[in-house]
């Protein structure tokens, strides 16, 4: 029988340590050619857009998809501004095996990828963590990217101070907030842009020789979040190339200004997990990872939380 499971079913449910690995053999998957994934469709909608995104990981017989929306006049309503339902299938009958809330998954399972990310990009000796941000990414990736390198200074800065003073306080004062994005990230081995802002907030003479700057936000060709020289000086990859040429505006409209081409992204996440040695070439090569977010791995973490649920005797049955 299908069951429902509610936000808080859901974090019960996920381990993030669990979690990381899942991402790692999902991307791993994907980029074998072992997972069914089209890109994503989006269309705008009065409060912003929204999308849908069908998988199916062959190995694991893990089927559905994610129906999300991003709508960014959400704060001001008390809401957040990505909500989204994930509705889980069993592969070879169809049946819906759960329905469940996405928005907690979709946070959780971005900061597990950037800590795949992070555990083969980053320098191994990586040990400061510059964060711009101090929303629900910023939290969740404050969680995972310190179970893969161990950093003894983590400074963020936000453009809304009171949230930054909250992020700080619920850090439990491991977070040191600064008073400017630059001071941030100026000498950070690993940089996180956990922003909605859809200009660049990041300057590339603020970044160090051999740092690795992980990029979640600005997900539609229109958008940057990143300065394009800093992008064109860095090796570059990203979870997918399809949905890259496509979705990125990092990417998109660096290509278009003739800074590089299609060629300049080094490798999916996925190749590099099977080919640790398309990574990093040397200590002061700059990286960037430029995530998008896939079906592939809502479905995997919705998956994982399914399993995870029923052991716990968590959720509403569906009758």
Known sequence: MAIWLNEADVRAALSM??????????????????????????FDIPGGFFGTMPALLENSGALGAKLVTVCNGNAAKGLHSHLATILLLDAETGETLAIMDGRFITEARTAASSAVAARY?????????????????????LEALPMVRDFDDIRAWSPTAANLREFVAESGERVRPVSSAREAVEGADVVVLATSSPAPVLENSWVKAGACVISVGAC??????????LVARA?????????????????????REDRFGED????????????????????DEVIVFKSLGMAVEDVAAANLVYRCARELRKGVELV
């Open 17 to 42: 340590r669990e979690l990381i690995d899942t991402m790692q053999e999902t991307v791993a998957a994907f980029s074998a050619g072992c997972a069914k994934q089209p890109v994503r469709t989006v």
């Open 235 to 255: 090796r570059l990859f990203t979870d997918t190339r399809a949905a890259a040429l496509q979705e990125s505006g990092d990417i998109v409209q660096g290509i």
């Open 220 to 229: 539609r060709p229109s958008q940057r979040e990143m300065d394009p020289d």
């Open 264 to 283: 300049h992204i080094a490798a999916e996440l996925g190749e590099l997990v099977a080919n640790p040695l398309l990574g990093r070439r040397s200590e």
């Open 121 to 141: 990009l980053a320098r191994a000796n990586a040990s400061s963590l510059g964060i711009i941000g101090s929303g629900v990414q910023a939290r969740s990736h």
